[in-house]
Nanobody
Framework: VQLVESGGGLVQAGGSLRLSCAAS????????MGWFRQAPGKERDFVAA????????SYADSVKGRFTISRDNAKNTVYLQMNSLKPEDTAVYYC??????????????????WGQGIQVTVSS
C-alpha cells in the first residue's frame, strides 16, 4: 500500500486545515486508516482512526471535538478535518494503513504502511 498525504501547511491558531491521504496498491475498503503526529523531540502519537467501512472512529482526547476523520472509499482517500487549531497541534502528520482483520485503531503497531508525513504548523 502506498500512501500520499496532502493539505498541510501554516495556519493561525483558531484556523482550520484538511489533510488528505490517497491510498493505492490495495482495495481501499479492506484497510483501516489512521492519522498520527510527531512533534519535534517527541514520540509519534495517535490522532484519529477509522475502520474499513467507516462505521467506527477513534480520537485522541486532545483532538476530540475539534478533528474529524472520514473516508471516501470510492476515491481511495481518508481525510482529517482539523478545526480550532492550537499551537500544540504543530507536528508532522502521518497517514497509516492496516490490512489486518483485528485492529486496535489507536495503536501504532496495528499499522503496516505509513505515508511520508506532512508538516502542519499552527502559529499563535
Amino acid at each position: 500500500v502506498q500512501l500520499v498525504e496532502s493539505g498541510g501547511g501554516l495556519v493561525q491558531a483558531g484556523g482550520s486545515l484538511r489533510l488528505s491521504c490517497a491510498a493505492s496498491g490495495r482495495t481501499f475498503s479492506s484497510i483501516s486508516m489512521g492519522w498520527f503526529r510527531q512533534a519535534p523531540g517527541k514520540e509519534r502519537d495517535f490522532v484519529a482512526a477509522i475502520s474499513r467501512s467507516g462505521g467506527i472512529t477513534s480520537y485522541a482526547d486532545s483532538v476530540k471535538g475539534r478533528f474529524t476523520i472520514s473516508r471516501d472509499n470510492a476515491k481511495n482517500t481518508v481525510y482529517l478535518q482539523m478545526n480550532s487549531l492550537k499551537p500544540e497541534d504543530t507536528a508532522v502528520y502521518y497517514c497509516a494503513a492496516s490490512g489486518r482483520v483485528r485492529v486496535a485503531l489507536a495503536s501504532a503497531g496495528t499499522y503496516d504502511y505509513w505515508g511520508q508525513g506532512i508538516q502542519v504548523t499552527v502559529s499563535s
